[in-house]
Structure formats: C-alpha cells, structure tokens
C-alpha cells in the first residue's frame, strides 16, 4: 500500500522550498567590528590616561587626624570651688580653667614660713655666738701668750741663779733660789693652763662653726620647704598650658580631686594626619612632597599639606606585642609605615577639625 503522504512521481521538488542560510549581513558585521575596535580602543586610551594620573600619586584610606592632647589633672588634693572651662570652649596659654581650695595649702605654706623665719633667727644667734667664741679664743690665746713669756722669763731667772750659785754660792740664799725655782713651776703651770684653755677656746670656736654649719643646712631646708609650699599654692590654680579647645571636660563645683585625676583635656590648634601607606608605597615617598586632602567630614572641601616626615620603622614594631616571625607559620604581609602630613595654611574656624577624624591623602610622588 503506497504511502499517502509519499511524493507522488513526477511532482517537481521546487514545490517544497529549502531553509535559507542563516548568516550577518556584511556591512553590519564590518560595522559591529568597527565599534569593537573603538570600544577596546578607547577603554586602552582611559587605561593608559588612568595610569599616567595614578602612578603619580600614593593614596591611603588608613589615614585620620592626629593632635598631642594635653590631660590636665591636680597635683594636690582638694575641693573645686569654681570651674570657668566648658565644653568645647577655645582657650589659650594661661587662662584659668579651675579654681581648687586652697586652705590646706596656704596652711602649709604659712607653716612653712614660720619654719623658715625660725630657722634664719637660729642661724644669726649661732653667728653670734661664733664671733663671741671667737673673742674668747683671741682673750684666752693672749693670756696663754703672757702666760708663756712669764714662764720663759722665769726659767731664764732660775737658769742665771743656779749658774750664779754654782759660780758663786755665797752669793745666792737657799731662800731665795728656792723662790725662783718656785716662781719658775708656778709660770710654767699657768702657761700649761693657758695653753689648755686656749684649747678648749679653739674647740669652743670649731664647735660653733659647726651649729653654724648645721643652722645654714637648717634654713636651706626650710626655705626648700617653703618653695615647696608655695609651688603647691600655685598648683590651686589650674590653668591651660596651651592654646586650643577644652575637651571631656568632667571636673564639676563642688567634686573632691585627687592629684593624677583627670579633669579635662585640651586638644591644641597645631593638627596633623597620620597616614599609615603600606611599605610599598614608599619607594618615591620624600618629606616636602604635596598632598591633596579629602576628609570625610568635608567631601566638598580641598585641603592641601605636604608630607612632614616618614616614621623610622613599621607600626607592628612598636605595638604592645610585637610579632614574632621566628616562631610558628610566618605570612608576609606588607606592612604599614606612619608618614606624617601637615596640613598648610590656618586653621580655618568653618571646619572643625579634631584628632581621629577620617582622611583620604593622595601624596604627590612624581
């Protein structure tokens, strides 16, 4: 039985047309080509200019606002009574910032005023004392000097009747040699004695000199003790050692402080940015170089600076505890470097500006 749906014999095959080849027309595909070619050309073109512009830079986001803050604390003990600091207030070098009571101080200060008086009218009296000592040396010194010619003489006397006895002896008494040789004992006695208390004169003198001695060691004591006292009425007054802007302010009238409490802070006018690059960026890296300055707070705003100086060692290496690459598994990892940055020109009152603030820095390096 012959197939229904069979070509019948003789039925032309251009009755049942072929599908059509598929296929782009070639004027499309050239075009298509075309702006291939211009598309990779231009992306080539903003590579090559990306790179020009970007090789002459180093750039960071690990960069923030750095200041020295200054922490104010007592150094004696004390009650507030008036606190003329406030938040955020600009104060400069100088001004008064808290007042503490100082009635203990001055205490302390009027008894050491007393120790210093009482220990200057000390020394005068063992001045005094010292010239009396000395008059008494020089009196006693002359007597024992008398006493000693006396002697002298008497031995001479004695010598000239023993030789006249011996030469002549009718002509001298026993009597009275016996009354030379004892005048001659008793000068040579009292010149001893006088020696002995022009002795006891020196010594007198040498004593004095030594309470001297001590009273001077005495007052300088006191009046140390009295620089002291003072020094520490002055410490009732606490005032800014420099200018800037008062900070975690916490000191209130009426609080008890301790010496090393912290009371407030003072964050100076002279800012800088710490920017921490990775070691590799460093290469072209000099202290002068222009940096342009984005802060976060600020987007808006161009701030320019110039790098300061570049920290003689890594961040890791001065951390609490350093890393120890000689044990365990060691990974390296690039490091980054502290480089200094200032930012030029004033401190402009419209930005408020303060240590930790975010920072983008781009360093000139060509």
Known sequence: ???????????????????????????????????????????????????????????????????????????????????????????????????????????????????????????????????????????????????AAQAENAARDLKRYRDLRQTLPSAVADQQLDQVRTTAVNTAAQ???????????????????????GAEAQLKTAQAQLEQAHLNLSYAQIVAPTDGTVAQQSVAVGNYVQPGQELLAIVPLQLWITANYKETQLERMRPGQRVDIRIDAYPGVHFTGHVDSIQRGAGQAFSLLPAENATGNFVKVAQRVPVKILIDGPNDSRYVLGPGMSVYPSVHVR
């Not at 001055?106 to 210093?116: C, G, L, N, T």
């Not at 001893?192 to 010594?203: G, I, L, S």
């Open 1 to 147: 039985m012959a197939d229904e749906h069979s070509q019948a014999p003789g039925e032309s095959a251009a009755n049942h047309p072929q599908p059509a080849q598929a296929g782009m027309d070639p004027r499309k595909r050239r075009l298509f080509i075309l702006v291939a070619i211009v598309v990779v050309a231009l992306l080539i073109v903003v590579a090559v200019i990306w790179w020009l512009i970007a090789r002459q830079y180093e750039k960071t986001d690990d960069a923030y606002i750095d200041a020295r803050i200054t922490h104010l604390s007592p150094q004696i003990a004390g009650r507030v009574l008036h606190v003329y600091a406030n938040d955020n207030l600009r104060v400069r070098a100088g001004q008064l910032l808290v007042d503490i009571d100082p009635a203990d101080v001055r205490a302390r200060y009027d008894q050491a005023q007393a120790q210093e008086s009482q220990a200057e009218a000390q020394l005068a009296q063992t001045r005094a004392q010292i010239r009396v000592s000395e008059a008494n040396y020089q009196q006693v010194r002359a007597m024992a000097v008398g006493a």
């Open 191 to 213: 010149r001893d004695a006088a020696v002995k208390q022009a002795q006891a004169a020196q010594a007198q003198v040498d004593a004095v000199q030594t309470q001297v001695t």
